[in-house]
């Protein structure tokens, strides 16, 4: 049985999504008109996102699938979350841990009020105990008590800090550990970095706003 596709969790996902739409509709009604540059993160991001504590900002259907997918794919076993919000991308790489035989989950969420509704939808999801969410910045809860081997990382919190982040755990990256990055067509130095292949990566755009890439060895890079 696939998790991610029968209930609880397909009920659950359903409603997180319709929840979503809504809220997603409302912001871009409040951007409406922004430049790109105004859009993207100021350098004071937390106190962006605390204004916006009551927005999903979930990743989409798609990508949301896409990260089970990936998931299953390398049988992943350790994964990390950057940027928790209500949990719905926790939700699915979550099914994916279960479907492949178990594992651990570190997501990370500045947010308190985030924080207890994605443990709530986790807990209803069945999938609590693969989960552990970190409240805090990510810069220090992501600094300690980490697996040695990542198989994969989500990167979908503040953009500013997403190469930050990439730096943290990437002596813990594996050979072959997948990084997706949301709305990374916002974060150029991200971008800059990842598509270097002397830096160590293999990666190519996704559905316009996501950035797939696969951590090399030391082989491929000489």
Request: contains cysteine; hydrophobic residues 40%.
């Amino acid at each position: 049985m696939t998790t991610l596709l029968n209930p609880p969790l397909s009920t659950l996902l359903k409603g997180l999504f319709a929840d979503a739409d809504a809220t997603d509709r409302a912001l871009e009604r409040q951007r409406a008109g922004l430049s790109d540059e105004d859009r993207a993160d100021p350098d004071d991001y937390r106190e962006l996102y605390s204004s916006l504590k009551d927005f999903h900002l979930a990743v989409s259907r798609e990508t949301g699938s896409m990260l089970y997918v990936l998931a299953r794919a390398i049988r992943a076993r350790s994964i990390v979350e950057y940027g928790t919000s209500f949990g719905i991308s926790t939700l699915h790489l979550a099914a994916a841990l279960k479907d492949n035989g178990g594992g651990r989950l570190i997501g990370t969420e500045f947010e308190p009020s985030k924080v207890k509704r994605a443990r709530e939808n986790l807990t209803a999801a069945g999938l609590s105990d693969l989960v552990e969410i970190r409240e805090g910045d990510a810069i220090q809860t992501l600094a300690h008590d980490l697996p040695d081997r990542i198989d994969l990382l989500l990167l979908d919190g503040a953009k500013t800090l997403y190469l930050r982040v990439l730096a943290l755990l990437e002596p813990r990256l594996r050979e072959g550990a997948l990084i997706v990055a949301d709305n990374a067509n916002w974060c150029s130095d991200y971008l800059a970095r990842v598509r270097t292949p002397a830096a160590g990566y293999l990666s190519v755009p996704v559905a316009g706003d996501v950035e797939l890439s696969m951590k090399l060895g030391q082989s491929a890079r000489e």
